[in-house]
């Protein structure tokens, strides 16, 4: 697929670290409009006592706010199983489309199963305003992105690009920091591979922004790169790395790697684009599936 690329659009990118979960959420504005998307938000979640606010997503909100912005897009580059997102909060107080990849509705049927979600669950997809395809184009203002599907760390995974900003979810992280895991269900190294492939083929002036940094080696915290910085120094698949090669780490390392601490509240909420589940009596509620992941 020929994707449209436009590298004379230069968005405005804000970006705003989640220490707790080591995430990145951007604020992406038309210089000339002022409108804007927010992609990757999150929602705070003390999972321990069972608490949820939204100091991040206030943070978010009240930079727009600030601005004088208008709010076109709340963008989720696929199912986070480490964060949840705090789309639909920001969209009540602000407005703006949530999108999401197609392929949610593969997430959630996988993870209906897994949390015995009952038939009140729309497994459709339904939660999002808009399902985006591969090479689907949106507007923010009077920018236009588009998203490129890039399957491997989960079947969802998309990345997107607006101008010479494109925002890679887990596809990538910064050279130091390799690749996203594969052992999810529905994971593959091998779609992973060649997802990034299809990313670094992108111009190699082309901005990089990560959705997540763990500062490797206690470094300072980072999340812009390029596509030219990712094909030379990326620990996992830069320097010609094959794909052999890299399906053969990524297994090995995959399996000893313990399961992210918020990954059960954060499928089942962001499965469901954002909202909390609940019981029969309408009140939030969590489930542990024992043995189940």
Known sequence: ????????????????????????????????????????????????????????????????????????????THVHADHLSAAP?????????????????????????????????QRDGSQFDALFKDGDTYQIGNMHGFAMLTPGHTPACMVHVIGNAAFAGDTLFMPDGGSARCDFPGGDAGQLYDSIQKVLSLPDEMRLFMCHDYGPGGRTIQWETTVAEQKANNIHVGGGKSRDEFIKFRTERDAQLSMPKLIIPSLQVNMRGGEVPTDKDGNPVLKVPVNGL
């Open 1 to 76: 697929m020929t994707y449209p690329v436009n590298m004379s659009v230069k968005p405005d990118v804000s970006a705003h670290f989640d220490e707790a979960t080591n995430t990145i959420s951007y604020i992406v504005t038309d210089p000339e409009t002022q409108h804007c998307a927010i992609i990757d938000s999150v929602m705070d979640i003390d999972y321990a006592a069972g608490r949820i606010t939204h100091d991040h997503a206030d943070q978010l909100i009240a930079e727009i706010e600030k601005r004088g912005l208008t709010l076109d897009w709340i963008i989720e």
């Open 89 to 121: 909060y920001i969209q009540e107080r602000l407005g703006g489309k949530m999108g999401v990849g197609e392929r949610i509705i593969e997430i959630q049927e996988t993870f209906g199963k897994i949390f015995n979600e009952g038939t009140e669950f």
